[in-house]
């Protein structure tokens, strides 16, 4: 039809809209008096003044006719719904489908031409997708179709079914932004509905790139509002150097992919990046809100890798098409006003470094871009306000630690009341652990964050400190902090503490449950409590209740690390249970029962009960202990796990799944499993929103493979494909049990579009037992195929660096360490493949990612103190403390609290520990960017011609038990270790815990009991 004529008439149509709504105005007019009430459909009007008896509006009350039911089940109309995940025709009946899955509506069910869409039931509705646009479909319900209730369809129901054509729609192919430039076609371009384009190139110049938003752009359909914001338009700073239209290939409502030869398209090359818009320039289409997208190109065979922290940024440029590292190329860190912060050049191995200096100004002369200049005008920049790698799977947590100077903060407690003293101690240490002299200011910040002391610390005690602080009897609640600031090194520690109104805790409550063995869904399980008092007297005649959420069991067979059980799309809802209160007895032992009857059967992953059990104290607060007991309704559990434990596979290789079949305690069991592989594919959907043409991707379920395989009482049942590139997901049964779990993964790389992208993984183990401080590492490297490989020693920062060529069959790894690094280091190992234009257009990267953490059992010491089980009241102790270790002359520095385990257990308060301070395992400090997520595929085929404030209150008048905190420290150690600390405690009945810090300019050791 004639665009021109189709306008006139949606504008005809549009005027007699607008005429009816004037006309319903005018009429409802003289009703606007009062507010209004609805019955169904039938809206009633209230006018407020009442001068005649005609006027009187009947109660909402008032006997009325109830709606018709309709009196036979039949079909009722037919809707078309387009604003869902993907478009679906409904036919409604007058009564309620059978949803249990009993009855299959597909059977009844035919649609000519043929095609096989997905029937699925809601409430009255029988839903119809998977159906082509621009076709008209007969769909007929063949009589006898039954409802919920039995009633049988008397009449076959037939409906046409059509969508109408696709709108045009123009946009790129790939998420990507990075063009490879040797040996490629040109760039992807889609189109649907499309004869004509319109294709205009702006180069941007690379000293207009740090004020752009480098991007994957977007695509806007016919008639549909378009606007490119600042950042991310290329237009008002860059060039044209190529604007034409170019005819492409047209197939009815099918997307066609036309490439674009960039490359030939330019003048010459000169370092930036291009802006490529396009536009449908086909004939008739509405020139001011056409189907168009852009996107920005980098043309270049530059891949770049970057290690950012605080202490530089480590730099590594390679070869796209060889993976190979790029010597001599100039790179420039640009900041966010466009200045140049500094200047490097890469050495042999292709890798350059950025000083701290240059990466820790402050905006706008913060680091933005890195941009590399090669040979023959290659140019290409790597954004540094991506998001980084996302290494979250790859073990690289742990306590984020001060590079230079590291300060351990730590309290006698972790709450006080006002007008109480806090003992404040600290140690501080370098990198390696050493004590390190530096003076210090410490800070202690009310709650509101005003300071409340501010203390200079210039001469160090052994490499730490301890001072009292006298807490203000108006001090304000809430959560108190405390910061150390060295010298030249900034903020260096902190740490935080309680002031509150409180009575200690008086009861230890213990639970006698099993949490090994797995319960079923109608089990009961009893679960014994123990309460006595901290002073040993069992807690009698108290109130104990109970309760339990039911979820997911993460890790439901630690033998089967990795195995996901259950539907990929599953959700399972939280049951809460609460169970039955009960009253300890006179020996403080009381008993509940859990039951787990709403545990669902038949949902095919491993559930846990998380068990939460409360005793009231005599004053009513509750003392909770917890327990997590495994739920198991079923009888078989279904395993799926990818081989190299990955997310998917390389192109070209075979994809290979591990499946096991295990009992409810997790024992394998020998049976044969059927199972079905599908590709998720995608397609366009377009649908009619507010009178609007819209466009989506829509998925679909491409049946690819299906077949059996044997499960085995030892070892995992493999099952293997070839296949193509895409995305899939393999669905595996065991027919007599009906477990199920279906597994997602990927073929071929996968291109995301900016930042926290998931590298592939290459398997890195630590194969030394213990590695001493200096000593050298062993790991071995298993990839997932070969290729060049950079290989990363990094804490911080990176240390060092190897290049390695890999086979596919791994490698050991050998690495020189050094004791400066604290007490472990990080390795990692980038694998990048040769992009090759016919078997491998996008090339491939993997990350290994392996933690080596020290022997340090050299600088720690063995402390003990013998101090007696059973003290009386009002009577000073004697506590020998025996420190192992210290060597002859070796000055040591001790502090001792004893402090009412009451109340310690109020905030759940941990004894001090150093050596975890120090020497446990620290957080990676790097951020890893790259390019090789963002590389597009070149060649697709021949290319185209053409907090609140608390400021203190007056608290409780009377505080109702004293807090039992005794202290000592710092305490001078005499030769061979030894030491006694007299302990005067006062007139107290309950438990002290026994906390001991010992520290030389080179060890360090807690001890608690």
Known sequence: MDRKLMVIGAGAVLAAFGAGIFAGQAINRGHSGGPRTERGAVEVYDIEARDHPFQDVRPESAARAAAEKAKTFTFDRLILETSGDEPRACLQFTRELDASGKTNYADYVRVTPDARPAVTVAGQSLCLTGLAFNKEYKARVRAGAPSKAGEKLRRAAEVTIAYGDKPPYVGFVGDGVVLPRLEADGLGLETVNVSKLNISVYRVSDRSLARKSVGRGESAPEDDYFYVYDEESGEDVGVKVFDKDVAVKKVDNEAVTTVFPLGAALPNLAPGAYYVKL????????????????????????????????????????????????????????????????????????????????????????????????????????????????????????????????????FDRGIYRPGETAHISGLVRDSAGRAADRPLTVTIFRPNSTEALKQRIDKLDVGGFSFDYEIPRSAPRGLWRIEAQADGAGLVGSQTFSVEDFVPQRIEVKLAVDEKAPM???EARNVGVEARYLYGAPAGALGVEGEARLRLDPKPFPALEGYRFGPADGRFDERFLTLARAATDAAGKASVELRVNDAPKNYGAPLRADLVIGVVEPGGRVVRESARIPVRPDDRYLGLKLAGDGYGFAQNAPAEIDAVLVDRDGKQSAASLEWRLVEEDYWFDWYRENGEWRWRRSYKDVLVAEGRTEAKVAGAARIEQMLDPGSYRLTATDPASKATTDVRFYVGWRSYESGADTPDQATLTVTSEKVAPGGAAKLYLDPPYAGEAIVAVAT??????????????????????????????????????????????????AMGVAYVGFDMGAQTFKVSVDAPELVR??????????????????????????????????????????????YGKKRLGVDVRDDYGRILDANLGAAQRFGGDQLGGEGLTVVPVKSIALFEGPVKVGEGGAVTVPLDVPDFNGELRLMAVAASAARSRPYLR
């Open 279 to 410: 536009k449908d320039a086909s004939q008739g289409a509405d020139k001011y809100r056409v189907a168009q997208a852009y996107r920005w190109v980098m043309f270049t065979d530059i891949a770049m890798t970057s290690y950012s922290s605080g202490e530089g940024i480590d730099v590594f440029a390679r070869s796209i098409a060889s993976g190979k590292p790029l010597p001599g190329m100039k790179l420039e860190l640009v900041a966010s006003n466009n200045d140049i912060l500094a200047l490097a050049t890469t050495s042999a191995d292709g890798r350059a470094r950025f000083e701290k200096a240059a990466v820790n100004g402050e905006y706008p002369l913060t680091p933005r871009m890195i941009m590399a200049y090669g040979a023959d005008q290659d140019f290409a920049a790597l954004d540094l306000n991506r998001a980084p790698l996302d290494l979250s799977d790859r073990n690289v947590d742990g306590r984020a630690a001060p590079s230079v100077i590291d300060a351990y903060l730590y």
């Open 520 to 522: 079923r869904g109608d």
């Open 796 to 845: 911080d920062k990176v240390h060092s660096v190897q290049r390695l060529k890999v086979g596919d069959k791994g490698q050991e790894i050998s690495v020189a360490t050094d004791p400066s690094w604290g007490s472990g280091f990080y390795v990692l190992t980038t694998i990048v493949t040769p992009r090759d234009a016919v078997k491998r257009p996008i090339p491939r990267r």
């Open 873 to 918: 009241p009002r009577q000073k102790v004697e506590a020998p403390v025996k420190i192992a270790g210290a060597a002859r002359g070796e000055e040591v520095r001790l502090t001792i609290a004893a402090v009412d385990e009451g109340i310690l257990r109020l905030t759940k308060f941990s004894s001090p520990d150093p050596v975890a301070h120090y």
